[in-house]
């Protein structure tokens, strides 16, 4: 199956997104960001969709089993275990905050002691004054889910009609909710209209009335109309090739990383990567890059298997088999790392970590690999100045080729910290340059 055809753009209605949520079809991986809007953001987002605003795209993966425990998914933000469909890999934040403001779950915000209701003020809606329609606000958590938890705190529908106050939370509900209220609102008005003795008392109820007919058609346009879009990857789709999707995706400007991806599936194969990276962080203070920590695992990819693209990382998992083509056009696979304790170094092993060496199992004719303790690089990161060296030498010793890759960017040069210091403040132009010329191993510019 190509990545083509893996992937499926469609689109689904305010409706039935607000049901799959109740059904708990989404699911979050544990590389994803916690849920972090605050409840302006998500006032924000409520007013983009009754403006009928362009919102984003999703990025949904359809799950199994397996995948949902390889990468240790949980529900979204309050909401129950379910019946999971989906992986969530780009658009968690707004799935969630639909959630939050529409079926309204009694939870607190993540950011606060108390969770938030949403409204929209109908009379300043239909005014076209939308930057005072939308609102919300703040209670203690306790009063129930929904919009029985808005009546708890606000008062009886008839207050709502009189202060032309829409709970969201009527969207969610489901059902006939949504018709009975905008019916019962129109109603409200209409007999205000006609117990009114003065002629302004009058006309404005009548007023009103007219646009509770109007408020009531534009919410059935936005709930069975308003389409959000997503695109969906085959539940077949190799994960290797997921990981490769995953590098590329953007969310609210912050660039999800390869790192928590691999941290994640490394987890419940007993490998602590990000408790390695955490250790191994202090003494690599003098390199002035964000993305070390993805360096080092490319490092590592060089060194087993001669790439270090984003999407090779994969294959640093234990137990992973990759497929590789033989001289004579044949395919074999290879397992890079075999169990985690090739990974991970045993506890109490006493020595430099730079001095242990692991051997994978015996390549085929033709395929040699650097074999290094892989763990060792965070455990001694000086390694990354002579390894990666050895690894890239070696790999143009069998080619006949000059350096390239990560020694052709300077990280496998043995250097003292000053020149280290000097080259990371080299401007970014040039260091891409230079990249430019190597090979595929070469490690992506910090851009």
């Known amino acids: ?66 995948h949902y425990r390889d990468l240790s998914c949980t529900p979204l933000y309050g909401r129950p275990h379910g019946s999971p469909e989906y992986i969530v890999l780009d658009g968690q934040q707004r799935l969630t905050a639909i959630n939050y403001a529409f079926v309204a779950p009694d939870e607190r915000l993540p950011t606060r002691v108390s969770r ?19 609102d919300f606000t703040y209670l203690n958590a306790g009063r129930g889910d929904g ?26 509900a489901g059902g006939w909710e949504l018709s009975n209220w905008v019916q019962g609102y129109t109603a409200y008005w209409r007999q205000q209209a006609e117990a009114a003795e003065a002629e302004d008392a009058r006309a404005e109820a009548a007023l009103h009335a007219g646009n509770a007919v109007a408020f009531g058609e534009h919410l059935k346009s936005i709930t069975e109309t308003f389409q959000i879009s997503y695109i969906e990857l085959d539940r077949d789709l190799p994960i290797d090739k997921v990981c490769d999707i995953f590098t590329q995706i953007n969310s609210k400007g912050v660039r999800l990383d390869i790192f928590d991806l691999l941290n994640a599936l490394l987890k419940p194969k007993g490998v602590q990567l990000k408790a390695m990276w955490h250790a191994a962080a202090p003494r690599l203070e003098f390199v002035e890059t964000g993305k070390l920590n993805v360096y080092i695992l490319q490092v590592m990819s060089i060194l087993r298997q001669t790439y270090s693209s984003p999407k090779y990382l994969y294959y640093l998992l234990p137990g992973v088999e990759r497929k590789t083509r033989n001289a004579d056009g044949s395919f074999e696979r290879h397992v890079m790392i075999a169990d985690a304790e090739t990974f991970q170094p045993a506890l109490g092993r006493s020595g430099p970590g730079a001095r242990n060496r692991d051997r994978a199992p015996a390549p085929s004719a033709g395929i ?79 851009r």
């Open 1 to 66: 199956m190509t990545l083509r055809e893996a992937q499926k753009p469609d689109h689904v209605s305010l409706n039935s997104l607000l049901n799959r949520l109740k059904d708990g079809r989404y699911m979050v991986p544990d590389f994803q960001r916690d849920f972090e809007w605050k409840a302006r953001d998500i006032r924000d987002l409520t007013r983009s969709i009754f403006l009928d605003y362009y919102i984003g795209s999703l990025l949904l993966w359809k799950g199994t089993q397996d």
């Open 116 to 134: 938030a209701l949403y409204f929209v003020r109908v009379d300043r809606f239909m005014a076209e004054e939308y930057d005072d329609a939308f």
């Open 147 to 172: 919009l029985t938890g808005f009546t708890a705190f606000y008062g009886a529908p008839e207050r709502q009609y009189a202060n032309h106050v829409f709970p969201l939370a009527v969207v969610g």
């Open 368 to 446: 040699r690999r650097q074999q290094i303790h892989l763990s060792s690089l965070f455990r001694d990161p000086s390694r990354l100045r002579g390894g990666a060296r050895r690894g890239e030498g070696a790999a143009a010793g069998r080619t006949g080729s000059p350096p390239t890759g990560a020694s052709a960017c300077g990280i496998g040069r043995r250097s003292s910290p000053t020149a280290i210091r000097r080259r990371a403040k080299r401007p970014r132009h040039a260091t891409s340059r230079t990249c430019a010329r190597g090979s595929p191993t070469a490690p992506p510019n910090p």
